[in-house]
């Protein structure tokens, strides 16, 4: 319970500050489609 | 009991100014370890109390050194150059908002890590963010100095994120459940007073706008680098440039995240069903691992040159100095001059041994404090829940009150030295002078705040 009230916020938090920008989201899938 | 306080306080003194010193670069391992081989060799510190500490030292250490080797593996798959350009990118030209981000970052990288993996980490990376925005100085050191500060303050709301406070955890007969239970609360209303205050302090020097001179390269591919655009910049401080230049994956790399969270989660949920700390982190890391081998083919050879292995042998040699001091009668002095204060009632247990620690940590840092101020407070035999509030404050004094100076803790040297080595100078008095008007209100935020927290939680 405490676990997760502390670290799913901060897994959140880590996820949006490392998302990448959606232009470079589609180019990294269409490298991995193989384009 | 004189002669031996003088050999110990000559022992202690000669330790503490070569750990913070470091001759010839010597590992700050080195003079504890010979100063810890003295004492035993002496008789001052026994066989079976060599046998006790290395007990309590082992499983926290183990502990901490792998949540470093997972960091390694994040740092060999382009994490750190991944962060570095998503927080310019994400913060649309604004200053203030980079200022935010990099503080953000610090704390989540010490969440989930510890104080000195997460300045190690985000220190380069900040570094390179006001790099290649050609800040001025006085327009970096808010980003650097506020980054170290948060990194290692934010060490106090779970008990895994420092060696210290998971050494006294086990002393105390905490756990991290009931650790966080107690402290998350009152040690984040501090980390947010410093922030807020820092931020006031450094607004007019933070620009208002900034501009990327230098093209970034987004850490992705070779091959979508070079159809992007071409970039010699070296990224991250930390990381070789051939190194750079490898491709990063990114269904890897948040597999990697999601392993790092589940092993953070893992820490609180399995020890109480009596699976030791250190077997879930050595799990992860090995888990972590795999997965880089399994999907570039990397064996263990980087990490087992990068990991500080050291730090088991200057925990335990530590330790056993600490121990030297309760054994001559020290601690006991401490003890019948502190009891009647701290028993007194839970805010006096706060106040006086949270400002206690930060004297101490101040003057020969908070690893070696935090140590004899747990023995202290157990020396004392107080009632359960006064002891735990004493020993809560032993650690907001050991991670915010020892930020006061550099020399409080070991995080900070670390910073300092990083900062020097990629030639920007920041003096002590200019770090003391900035510090001094932020960290002892976030400190006393923290104490009372635990005092009124503890009530509730113990009373509710």
Known sequence: MIASSIFIPAAIILYVLLKPPSHDMELLHSKSDGA | ?460
């Open chain 2, 1 to 460: 009991m004189d002669t031996e306080f003088i050999f110990m306080l000559v022992i202690f003194s000669m330790t503490v100014m070569l750990v913070m010193w470091r001759p010839i670069g010597m590992n700050e391992a080195v003079p504890s370890f010979i100063s810890a081989l003295i004492i035993i060799f002496f008789g001052i510190v026994s066989f079976s109390n060599v046998v006790e500490i290395f007990g309590i030292v082992l499983g926290a250490s183990i502990t901490i050194l792998s949540t470093i080797v997972m960091s390694i593996v994040l740092e060999s798959i382009g994490f750190f150059r991944w962060a570095a350009y998503n927080l310019l990118n994400k913060s649309n030209g604004s200053g203030r908002t980079l200022y935010w981000y990099t503080n953000l970052l610090c704390f989540v990288m010490t969440l989930f890590m510890n104080n000195d993996g997460s300045i190690l980490i985000t220190t380069p990376i900040i570094i390179h963010i006001v790099t290649i925005l050609k800040l001025k100085r006085h327009q970096k050191v808010p980003y650097l100095l506020s980054g170290a500060i948060i990194a290692t303050a934010s060490s106090a709301p779970i008990g895994v994120s420092n060696l210290a406070n998971l050494i006294a955890l086990k002393i105390v007969g905490l756990d991290l459940n009931s650790y966080a239970k107690l402290m998350f609360v009152p040690s984040m209303l501090g980390i947010l007073v410093i922030s807020l205050l820092l931020y006031y302090y450094f607004k007019r020097d933070i620009p208002k706008k900034i501009t990327v001179y230098h093209h970034i390269s987004p850490p992705v591919s070779m091959d979508y680098e070079t159809k992007r655009r071409k970039s010699g910049y070296t990224f991250h401080p930390l990381i070789h440039a051939q190194q750079q230049q490898k491709s990063i994956d990114w269904p890897l790399f948040c597999t990697c995240i999601a392993i790092v969270v589940l092993v953070r989660m893992s820490l609180f949920i399995f020890p109480p069903l009596g699976i030791p700390m250190e077997f879930i982190s050595i799990a992860g890391a090995c888990a972590l691992i795999f997965i880089r081998w399994r999907k570039k083919k990397k064996g263990i050879i980087d990490i087992a040159v990068k990991t500080p292995w050291h730090i088991f042998i200057f925990a335990f040699s530590m330790y056993v100095i600490v121990y030297g001091f309760k054994n001559i009668g020290f601690t006991s002095i401490l003890v019948n001059s502190l009891y009647g204060i701290v028993s007194e009632n839970l805010l006096n247990a706060s106040l006086s041994m949270g400002v206690i620690i930060t004297v101490m940590s101040n003057l020969f840092n908070n690893l070696p404090s935090v140590m004899l101020g747990t023995l202290i407070i157990v020396d004392m035999g107080l009632d359960s829940q006064t002891m735990q509030v004493a020993y809560l404050a032993n650690v907001i004094g050991s991670d915010i009150g020892a930020l006061l100076t550099p020399m409080g803790t070991l995080a900070t040297l670390i910073w300092m030295y990083i900062l020097r080595k990629n030639g920007i100078f920041l003096s002590w008095g200019n770090y003391v002078k900035t510090v001094v008007m932020v960290v002892p209100i976030g400190l006393i935020v923290s104490l009372l705040s635990l005092y009124f927290w503890a009530q509730w939680v113990i009373f509710s």
